[in-house]
Each structure stands twice: as C-alpha cells, then as structure tokens.
Antibody, heavy 126, light 108 residues
Framework: QVQLVQSGAEVKKPGASVKVSCKAS????????MHWVRQAPGQGLEWMGW????????NYAQKFQGRVTMTRDTSISTAYMELSRLRSDDTAVYYC???????????????????WGQGTLVTVSS | AIRMTQSPSSFSASTGDRVTITCRAS??????LAWYQQKPGKAPKLLIY???TLQSGVPSRFSGSGSGTDFTLTISCLQSEDFATYYC??????????FGQGTKLEIK
C-alpha cells in the first residue's frame, strides 16, 4: 500500500535549520509530486510547497521563499524539506503529502492530498 | 489567496445525531473542494474531494455538497469514531492551496 514515512521529531534553536525527510513506498516515487504542509500547535493547515521528484523542480509558497528548500533522492524514494533561519513561530508539525488530481511534467494544478505522512514535530526553542 | 471559513469552529453532538459543517470560500471555487478528518496526534485523512465524491473506503454516512462559495459536510448518523476535527481545502487556486481553520466535533 502507498505509505509515506517521515523522520523523527526535532528540537532546534532559533536561527538554525531543520531537514525533514519523507520516505515513499508502495508506488513509483518519480510518478507523483510531493507536497509539504505544516500545522502549528492547535492551529490549522498551511501549504508550503511542492517538489517534482522526477525533475527536481520546485514551487514554494511566497511566505516561505528564501527559507525553504525541497529536494529529493530518487535512489531511496525520499523527499526532503529543509527550513532555515528558524523562528519560534516555525514550531509545528510538518507533513508530506502526495497529491491527487492533475499534475503535469512541470506543475501541479487542481490537487488534493492523499495519503499524508505521519508528521514530524519541529520545536524551535532557545 | 482564497480564504476558507468554516462554521462552527466547534460544537458538541451525540452518537446517532446528524451533523452538518459549513465551509465558505471568499470567492468562487467551482467544485474544487476537499474535506479531511483529523484525530489528535494523527495526520489528516481524506474524506471527500470534488465537493461531493467520497474517497474509497470512507463510510457512506459522510457526504458533501455545494459549489461556488458554499459547501457542506454532513455526517448522517454520528459514530464514536467520528469525533475529530474536520478541515476543508480549496484547490481551485493553485498553487496557493488553502484550508479552513477547522471544526472540532466533540461528544456531548
């Protein structure tokens, strides 16, 4: 079955960087984009961006541009999300999610998300 | 970005009740709307997409309706496992996908 398994919880100091991994199984990794969504404690869901595992192309939400980098390693079917210059308000659970709907070779369009990874809690605290 | 507003933010109900959650978009999104269920400490789970299409494996007591700006999620006969938080998501405006703030459904 399709499964996304993320790396474990992280604690980071303000100004540091964090890199979260998402290992895919049960499908062809390069056949589907990977999106990242985060959820601050007790808050709603916030879309961060996507990566095309086939080409490495990315698209980031404007809010995160300049601080987020999404990469992949196709040899191990794993996507990564790195967030730099961490602040306390970056404390959140970060999810990877596979899109359903329509993505072309260059972009995703009208997509929803299923399945999701189990989430990775990133705590930013001095 | 398109703003999604859910109502109510929270409410209490009993098993067996019929409940309806509303999601309103700040502009028309056709039927590009999905609903998710999230339980504490778990990832969101897809329930419905295209406003009214039930995801495979989701019980038929869940249903969705609406188009344009106003949408509803209905649970026809609440079961104990349905107490959770529900989110809507618009995917009309890409790539800026946005979610509602959530509706927490609690046991009365």
């Amino acid at each position: 079955q399709v499964q996304l398994v993320q790396s474990g919880a992280e604690v980071k100091k303000p100004g540091a960087s964090v890199k979260v991994s998402c290992k895919a199984s049960g499908y062809t990794f390069t056949g589907y984009y990977m999106h990242w969504v985060r959820q601050a404690p007790g808050q709603g869901l916030e879309w961060m961006g996507w990566i095309n595992p086939n080409s490495g192309g990315t698209n980031y939400a404007q809010k995160f541009q300049g601080r987020v980098t999404m990469t992949r390693d196709t040899s191990i079917s794993t996507a990564y999300m790195e967030l730099s210059r961490l602040r306390s308000d970056d404390t959140a659970v970060y999810y990877c999610a596979r899109p359903q709907g329509y993505c072309s070779s260059t972009s995703c369009y009208h997509v929803w998300f299923d399945p999701w990874g189990q989430g990775t809690l990133v705590t930013v605290s001095s | 970005a398109i703003r999604m507003t859910q109502s109510p933010s929270s409410f209490s109900a009993s098993t067996g009740d019929r409940v309806t959650i509303t999601c309103r978009a700040s502009q028309g999104i056709s039927s590009y709307l999905a609903w998710y269920q999230q339980k504490p400490g778990k990832a969101p789970k897809l329930l419905i997409y295209a406003a009214s299409t039930l995801q495979s494996g989701v019980p038929s007591r869940f249903s969705g309706s609406g188009s344009g700006t106003d949408f509803t999620l209905t649970i026809s006969c609440l079961q104990s496992e349905d107490f959770a938080t529900y989110y809507c998501q618009q995917y009309y405006s890409y790539p800026m996908y946005t979610f509602g703030q959530g509706t927490k459904l609690e046991i009365k």
